[in-house]
């Protein structure tokens, strides 16, 4: 791993419970808590604006609940279930989280969790750091997308559309978060709204970059860097 500490979210209804799992948390060298709260629509909010690797999630939980929370996570983002109810682990691994726990939470438990949490993330970071691989969730699905077929990526309000050569996918996720986890010198912010493959530019002007048909919008301060890297990935 390149980087030693996980973000970790806590996301627990009772104040008591809270309180443990952060302490938790705290004490474990490779997590760093970032926040915690006590229910879903306060998470979304923290994830939406902060790097978070780890989440410990609490199933039931009022007005949303865990579920409905796991529904819309991006798939970079790992979740252990910390629940007091056994019944709904079946459900919980279909959502691809990594572990589910019951509670109270013993220690030697909790840290067995996370070292599956880790080993998780450096098989990840490995892939990335190959430049290959993007992991993202779309539909309630792991998905596994090839850097090179991405074409480019739209942003649709609180969601993405990636665009490769085979298909669309929409994923819930910032451009900023997106922007992130991709290579720098083959992808380009050129718009607000737009990152673009480097590699699929076939033509550009001072305002518009072309991809196959398609001619996506592009800032003007942008094309000065556009034409820089676009010197590197041709060299």
Not at 42 to 65: F, G, H, Q, T, V
Not at 102 to 107: A, D, F, M, Y
Not at 167 to 191: A, C, G, Q, T, Y
């Amino acid at each position: 791993m390149n980087d030693k500490y996980l973000n970790t979210l806590v996301i627990e209804n009772s104040k008591v419970q809270r309180t443990v799992i952060c302490q938790l948390v705290r004490n474990h060298d490779y997590l760093i808590l970032s926040e915690a709260c006590s229910n879903a629509i306060d998470a979304s909010r923290i994830i939406k604006n902060n790097r978070i690797d780890l989440i410990l999630l609490d199933i039931e939980m009022p007005y949303i609940n865990g579920f409905d929370l796991l529904a819309s996570l991006d798939n970079n983002i790992q979740v252990m279930i910390i629940t007091a109810n056994p019944n709904h682990a079946l459900k919980a691994f279909d959502y691809g989280v990594t572990d589910y726990l019951l509670k109270p939470v013993k220690t030697d438990r909790f840290y067995q969790g996370v070292k599956k949490v880790l080993t998780n993330y450096s098989i990840a970071r490995e892939s990335f750091e190959e430049g290959e691989y993007l992991w993202v969730r779309s539909n309630l699905k792991k998905r596994k997308l090839n850097i090179k077929e991405i074409k480019w990526i739209e942003a649709l309000g609180d969601y993405v559309k990636i665009i490769t050569d085979s298909e669309n996918l929409i994923v819930l996720s910032s451009m900023k978060s997106i922007s992130d986890k991709l290579p720098k010198d083959r992808f380009l912010r050129i718009h607000r709204s737009y990152i673009v493959n480097l590699n699929k530019v076939e033509k550009f002007g001072c305002t518009s970059v072309e991809v196959g048909q398609y001619q996506l919008p592009m800032s003007r301060k942008q094309k000065t860097k556009l034409e820089l890297l676009l010197e590197k990935v041709d060299n």
